[in-house]
């Protein structure tokens, strides 16, 4: 074992800022990443590195490979886990905090102020019952599924790369370690202000909140109004914009617990998620939600109550509680125009109309009722703009229903002003993917690297990275799931 963290602080070139860890000791404990012994590269991202200004040989770095494994210091970083607490499973969790996350610090980058967190680098004071490990199987589809849902346009947390360690880390079998370097503009949760509302720190709650508005949330200090209740407005609607951009694309968060929301927005916590295969509204992705709390149809409601946390926890920083309720009324309009406009793209509607609603739900309906394929169906759609419909059809067992759908879809599409088949189905390709981020295409990476052999994951992160593209060579990535991708189980356990 070769562990360097006597060696001296590695300089990237990063200018530091941390202004989180200037919000001083009741956020957060110092803490420094446990070593992991002979770590190596599992998957990186050169695009990511890019954006960050690393140097393209960054990868060559053995002592890169160190810092962010944990095992060597970054010259200006200041690691620590901060405390939050949260709503799990829609019950009071009280204390939580980053058990095995470990901030290092902001940088300034070619694209603003990042934070770099190291997920899986070792116990914290916030472990609770944990071991600060996070497996290879878990930090493989973390990393994949950032991309995944950043090149849908998604807003999300980002991940830099995974290193791997032969340090065994036992869940339900033996498995072995691995650290995600996630990147983000904050990793702030709704957790972090329900924790001080909860300890009555009113003072530090203040603190934090005014830090996210003037760092990330400048408009509500400006016009009229208070502006923690304009906070929690702006919040509600990047997060209706968020589900709706979930559900536009059949993805399933699997555990939104209010320590799992970000405060930008972001998705974040990427653990039993899921890219829905055959459709199901009610569809389950994590296998340790018995009550279905976070299926598939609830993520939206969920979404609202958990901004109804958030709005409960900055209360003694508003006036009234009405000013809360006013702040989070608007999400009840936002998410479904939003949904709406979202799905009417998908089926080439170019300015929303009234009765688009239904007909997309006439769809959906559809679709649930014979199980088909979310992605392929609406892929196969994008083709059929111009009447060509027998690809699409193929997929449903009630023909005659599919039909009557498909006659009023034309005649919605030929009603457009302008309506140029061949402009409607490119324009369709752009915001229906191609490829997504399958269970089962995540198992086979995955199985490869458990081998030693990363070589699936790197591919499939360039098929991710541009997921409407028609690319050789990658039709067994938007093909159909094979049967035994049913079988997959995902719960918590990463
Ligand atoms: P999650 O629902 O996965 O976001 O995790 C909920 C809480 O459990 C967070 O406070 C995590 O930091 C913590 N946690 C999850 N897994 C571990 C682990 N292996 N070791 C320590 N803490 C963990
Ligand atoms: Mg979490």
Redesign the pocket.
């Known amino acids: 074992m070769n562990l360097a963290v006597d060696s001296p602080a590695l300089d990237l070139g990063w200018t530091w800022r941390n202004r989180f860890a200037d919000l001083g000791p009741a956020f957060f404990t110092p803490t420094s990443p446990t070593p992991l012994p002979e770590p190596h590269w599992v998957a990186t991202h050169p695009g990511l590195a890019r954006e960050l200004g690393l140097p393209p040989d960054a990868w060559a770095s053995k002592d890169l490979l160190e810092a962010l494994s944990g095992n060597r210091t970054l010259a200006g970083s200041r690691p620590l886990a901060s405390v ?1 607490s ?1 709503h ?1 499973f829609g019950v009071w969790a009280g204390q ?6 470990i901030l290092l610090g902001e940088v300034d980058t070619p694209a603003g102020p990042m934070e770099l967190q190291l997920k ?1 680098a070792g ?2 004071r ?9 497996v290879l199987r878990s930090s493989i589809r973390e990393f994949l599924c950032s991309e995944a849902m950043h090149a849908l346009g998604i807003p999300t947390t980002r991940a830099l790369c995974v290193t791997g360690s032969p340090q065994p880390v036992i869940r339900e079998t033996v498995e072995t370690a691995a650290v995600v370097t996630r990147v983000a503009p904050s990793f702030i949760r709704f957790g972090h202000f329900e924790h001080f509302a909860a300890n009555g720190q009113t003072e530090q709650l203040r603190q934090l909140t005014d830090f996210v508005i003037d760092a990330f949330y400048p408009d509500c200090r400006e016009g009229v109004g208070n502006p923690y209740a304009r906070l929690l407005e702006a919040v509600s609607a990047r997060t209706a914009e968020m589900v709706a951009q979930w559900q536009a694309v059949g993805f399933c968060h699997g ?1 939104m ?1 209010t ?2 929301m970000s405060i930008l927005g972001l998705t974040i ?1 990427y ?1 039993p998620f899921q890219f829905m295969d055959a459709f199901n509204p009610a569809h389950i992705c994590n296998h340790s939600d018995n009550g279905g709390r976070y299926a598939y149809h609830r993520q939206p409601n969920v979404a609202y109550w958990n901004l109804f946390c958030l709005g409960q926890a900055l209360l003694p920083l508003m006036d009234d509680q009405q000013q809360a309720l006013d702040a989070l009324e608007p999400y009840k309009t936002l998410f479904p125009a939003a949904l709406t406009r979202r799905m009417g793209a998908k089926l080439g509607l170019a300015e929303p109309q009234p009765g688009d609603a239904e007909l997309v739900d006439g769809l959906m309906q559809l679709m649930a009722k014979d199980g088909v394929d979310f992605t392929i169906a609406f892929r196969r759609l994008c083709d059929a703009a111009g009447g060509e419909r027998e690809s699409a059809r193929d997929l449903f067992l009630q023909r005659e229903a599919f039909d009557a759908w498909f006659d009023r879809w034309q005649a919605r599409l030929q009603a457009q002003t302008g309506f140029d088949p061949v402009e409607t189905s490119a324009a369709m390709r752009r915001v229906n993917p191609r490829i997504v981020l399958r269970n089962h295409l995540g198992q086979i990476a995955i199985e490869r690297a458990q081998q030693g052999d990363f070589s699936e994951v790197d591919r499939l992160l360039k098929a991710l990275a541009a997921p409407f593209d028609e690319r050789a060579g990658e039709d067994d990535l938007a093909a159909f799931p094979p049967d035994w991708a049913q079988q997959i189980e995902i719960s ?1 356990s ?1």
């Not at 916030?126 to 996070?134: I, P, V």
């Open positions: 939050y949260g799990q939580l905090g980053d058990g095995r996350a899986g116990l914290t916030y472990s609770r019952m944990g071991d600060g490990r996070a555990v617990n320590d799992n916590d653990g918590c990463s």
